[in-house]
């Protein structure tokens, strides 16, 4: 069983900046892939970013250039680096590790005001 605890959260205005963390524990079994969803209201989970254990990170189109992923493996804890905030990425934001199987944390909200 593996637990994940996110943070950092919360409101922002359009063009803002938030740091989300996300610490795992349990049974970690590596190697593994770390990741960020958001879900909108009235729309599906969607991945925003994941980055493996290695470093190899992978972003969706609408958050390039302005979200950054990276992990501290000693401290199993990943990490989504949000900037130039826009309305659009109001979600929850959850954090999931990618093994044999995928868990996932209970979510942190995101609003971006305009």
């Known amino acids: 069983q593996v637990q994940l605890v996110e943070s950092g959260g919360g409101l922002v205005q359009r063009g803002g900046s938030l740091r989300l963390s996300c610490a795992a524990s349990?049974?970690?079994?590596?190697?593994?892939?770390m990741g960020w969803y958001r879900q909108a209201p009235g729309k599906l989970r969607e991945l925003v970013a994941f980055i493996t254990n290695g470093g190899s990170t992978n972003y969706a189109d609408s958050v390039k250039g302005r979200f950054t992923i990276s992990r501290d493996n000693a401290k199993n804890t990943v990490y989504l680096q949000m900037n130039s905030l826009k309305p659009e990425d109001t979600a929850v934001y959850y954090c999931?590790?990618?093994?044999?199987?995928?868990?996932w944390g209970q979510g942190t909200q995101v609003t971006v005001s305009s």
């Open positions: 349990g049974s970690i079994v590596t190697p593994n892939t």
């Open positions: 999931a590790i990618v093994t044999w199987r995928t868990d």
